[in-house]
């Protein structure tokens, strides 16, 4: 099932915000819970949303690809 051009784009900006946030320091501090969306592809919803994890040292950047049930 491909993606749509514009669910895949909207997919990259949020994970180029991320990146642009762990590398100015500041990604504990950005909101991303309120930059989570969905989108419909085949059928079904999916939640696209990120969060931040470890401490300012040893960020990490979780992707979460949810389902959401029929």
């Known amino acids: 099932m491909p993606l749509a051009t514009a669910t895949r784009n ?3 900006a949020q994970l180029n915000a ?16 309120h930059q989570s969306f969905e989108f419909t592809a085949g059928g079904r919803t999916y939640i696209v949303s990120l969060t931040p ?10 992707v979460l690809l949810k389902r ?3």
């Not at 990146?19 to 909101?31: K, M, P």
């Not at 994890?53 to 979780?62: R, V």
């Open 10 to 12: 909207a997919i990259l």
């Open 18 to 33: 991320a990146f642009d946030a762990l590398e100015a320091g500041t990604l504990f501090e950005q909101d991303f819970l």
């Open 53 to 62: 994890q470890g401490d300012a040292n040893y960020a990490s950047i979780i």
């Open 68 to 70: 959401r049930p029929l």
